[in-house]
């Protein structure tokens, strides 16, 4: 099979690190941009020789005329995803697109029109699914009445890349589609999918730090589900980390511990404890696997296009304090 690897910053270098140690037979080529030479292992610069780095791989100056591809991961600027993948759909190129699918609700009926008309596989890289803690907590909330929800992720992006100034990352620009609503985009989907039908009541985005960025950098939501209150704050400016996902049933509560990798669930008279040995890279890995088992036909694949023109939509609102 033959694989394309769209933008090669730190997301695209893992996914080729990986395919590589998992599907070796494989023929890899890489398009990036023309610059860009570092060696970015586990979010550290490892190289400044690229090419003598991965040297079982092509590097390609267009993606113009690939039909020879079969499978494409688009790893590159937010803003540049769909025009990307349109131009790859037409070539019937099958696609893993890292999230978010967009910046903004353009085109997004056209890449749906063309994913149906082509019949092509498209999946969309939100490897929070693939967490043993989300993978749980499905189970645990199942046939159980829940009355309300908080999720929070409170992050300082300052301390993500040491390797790059964060004011000048893509994260921290409007215009490419950085910001928390779509970088951390990871709790909207959970809730959607754990939750399903979010109505927005409230939103306030923007930013409120002294970070500095162009970009919106705090986000607090409040969404119905049916009967069910839901809580999303999400932050850019907080240095003490937090992950958490307060699930409250109708005799306990659940809190979901990204971070830490447990869960507790508190009942009237006791705390149960749940500790999970999780390798980040591990959820990669796993959602590229469902991904060509798809394409495999070996079974179906989640996050879809639909799902994220749902979430794109809702950001959307969520952005204007709709």
Not at 9 to 18: A, K, P
Not at 131 to 140: F, G, R
């Amino acid at each position: 099979m033959n694989i394309l690897i769209v933008g090669f910053g730190s997301i695209g270098q893992r996914h080729l690190q990986n395919l590589l140690d998992s599907y070796p037979n494989n023929k890899y080529f890489v398009f990036k941009k023309p610059y860009y030479n570092n060696v970015i292992k586990d979010c550290h610069i490892i190289s400044n020789d690229l090419t003598g780095y991965y040297q079982s791989v092509k590097f390609i100056d267009s993606i113009d005329n690939v039909d020879y591809i079969d499978v494409a991961f688009i790893c590159n600027n937010t803003s540049d995803h769909l025009s990307t993948a349109l131009k790859l759909l037409k070539q019937n190129i099958n696609l893993f697109i890292e999230k978010p699918l967009s910046h903004n609700c353009k085109d997004l009926y056209s890449i749906k029109e063309c994913v149906e008309k082509n019949k092509s596989i498209v999946m969309i890289g939100f490897q929070t699914k693939f967490n043993p803690i989300y993978l749980k907590l499905q189970k645990l909330i199942q046939n159980e009445k829940i009355t309300f929800v908080s999720c929070k992720w409170l992050t300082y992006l300052p301390n993500w890349h040491q390797y790059e100034d964060y004011k000048k990352s893509y994260t921290a620009s409007k215009s490419l589609g950085g910001g928390v609503a779509l970088t951390l985009i990871h709790e909207l989907d959970m809730l959607n999918s754990l939750f399903g039908n979010l109505e927005l009541t409230n939103s306030i985005s923007g930013n409120f730090s002294s970070i500095d960025i162009e970009a919106d950098d705090y986000l607090m939501a409040n969404f119905m589900s049916g009967n069910r209150a839901i809580n999303l704050h999400l932050s850019f400016a907080q240095m003490k980390e937090e992950r958490v996902i307060t699930i409250n049933l109708s005799n306990k509560t659940i809190v979901g511990d990204f971070i830490n990798n447990t869960i507790k669930i508190h009942s009237k008279d006791n705390i149960e404890l749940i500790n999970f040995e999780i390798e980040r890279n591990d959820l990669f890995k796993s959602e590229v696997e469902c991904f060509f088992k798809s394409i495999g036909g070996e079974g179906s694949y989640i996050n879809t296009i639909n799902e994220s023109i749902e979430l794109q939509l809702l950001i959307d609102k969520i952005k204007e304090g709709v």
